[in-house]
């Protein structure tokens, strides 16, 4: 192999090498999926999957527990929720509305799609409340019944950047 025949190769293996780290990066317009473990009272501790995604300044989530929040059936679209992410430059987003998908007593339950208003490079996290705050994380009100839950750490494997 001649001399410019391996340079050349070192540069395309190198190329690739540095462009490898850039493709695991995912683009705004991609979903990302992170978990999270909220406490919710008296309905126990969950891991909560988030899946979010962004479309012209809107982000939307969609929420999945890992256990059942509640000891009888769920319809269908019966879940008003507000999940609050942590901006990394400073202050929350909010994503709020009122869909899920019908769950029997003591199923996991998915609820979305949430949405909220993002920036592009927004890095959002969970929100993590000071121990005796007021606020929370995730506010549920499942038929009339109003619960919320608390982030006990952040996601893995890290924000969600739109």
Same mark, same amino acid.
């Given at each position: 192999?001649?001399?410019?025949?391996v #340079? @050349?190769?070192? /540069?395309?293996?190198?190329?690739?090498?540095t462009? &490898?780290?850039?493709?695991?990066?995912?683009? +705004? =317009? $991609?979903?990302?999926?992170?978990?999270?473990?909220?406490?919710?009272?008296?309905?126990?501790?969950?891991?909560?999957?988030?899946?979010?995604?962004a479309?012209?300044?809107?982000?939307?989530?969609?929420?999945?527990?890992?256990?059942?929040l509640?000891?009888?059936?769920?319809?269908?679209?019966?879940?008003s #929720? @507000?999940?609050? /992410?942590?901006?990394?430059?400073?202050?929350?987003? &909010?994503?709020?509305?009122?869909?899920?998908? +019908? =769950? $029997?007593?003591?199923?996991?339950?998915?609820?979305?799609?949430?949405?909220?208003?993002?920036?592009?490079?927004?890095?959002?996290?969970?929100?993590?409340?000071?121990?005796?705050?007021?606020d929370?994380?995730?506010?549920?009100?499942?038929?009339?019944?109003?619960?919320?839950?608390?982030?006990?750490?952040?996601? @893995?494997?890290?924000?969600?950047?739109?």
């Amino acid at each position: 192999m001649s001399t410019t025949a391996v #340079a @050349t190769a070192g /540069l395309l293996l190198g190329g690739i090498a540095t462009a &490898a780290p850039a493709t695991a990066v995912q683009s +705004a =317009a $991609a979903s990302q999926t992170v978990t999270a473990r909220y406490d919710c009272g008296a309905y126990g501790v969950t891991d909560l999957t988030i899946e979010a995604s962004a479309s012209g300044g809107a982000g939307s989530v969609r929420i999945s527990t890992s256990g059942g929040l509640a000891p009888f059936d769920i319809p269908a679209d019966s879940i008003s #929720a @507000t999940l609050r /992410l942590e901006r990394a430059a400073g202050g929350t987003v &909010a994503f709020s509305g009122t869909a899920n998908d +019908a =769950a $029997a007593a003591g199923q996991p339950v998915t609820i979305g799609p949430l949405t909220g208003a993002v920036s592009a490079g927004d890095s959002l996290d969970s929100y993590v409340p000071a121990a005796g705050a007021t606020d929370v994380s995730l506010s549920l009100n499942v038929l009339g019944i109003v619960n919320s839950c608390n982030a006990v750490g952040k996601q @893995t494997p890290g924000p969600i950047v739109f």
